[in-house]
């Protein structure tokens, strides 16, 4: 009998391809994107805590307000 992790953390990932730098993301989540000279977001490979609500709500905004649909959230799982 297997049992499933729990979802403790997201990470926010950005495909560098589809990205066009509008910079929504770092207005919608500046908490988690920086902006580099070109426009383009500087997101950290780091997990967050799905915990802090806060910060997960803006995640989620900056990907439903990428206009390129350049962003995605990635759950990390507690093994």
Same mark, same amino acid.
């Given at each position: &009998?297997?049992?499933? !992790?729990?979802?403790?953390?997201?990470?926010?990932? $950005?495909?560098? *391809?589809?990205?066009?730098?509008?910079?929504?993301?770092?207005?919608?989540?500046?908490?988690?994107?920086? &902006?580099?000279?070109? !426009?383009?977001?500087?997101?950290?490979?780091?997990? $967050?805590?799905? *915990?802090?609500?806060?910060?997960?709500?803006?995640?989620?905004?900056?990907?439903?307000?990428?206009?390129?649909?350049?962003?995605?959230?990635?759950?990390?799982?507690?093994?």
């Amino acid at each position: &009998m297997g049992v499933k !992790g729990r979802v403790v953390a997201f990470v926010l990932r $950005v495909d560098p *391809i589809a990205c066009d730098g509008f910079g929504h993301c770092h207005e919608l989540a500046p908490e988690l994107v920086e &902006m580099d000279e070109w !426009g383009y977001p500087i997101i950290s490979s780091e997990p $967050v805590a799905s *915990i802090d609500a806060a910060v997960l709500k803006s995640a989620r905004l900056a990907v439903r307000g990428c206009p390129r649909q350049a962003l995605r959230l990635e759950r990390v799982k507690e093994s």
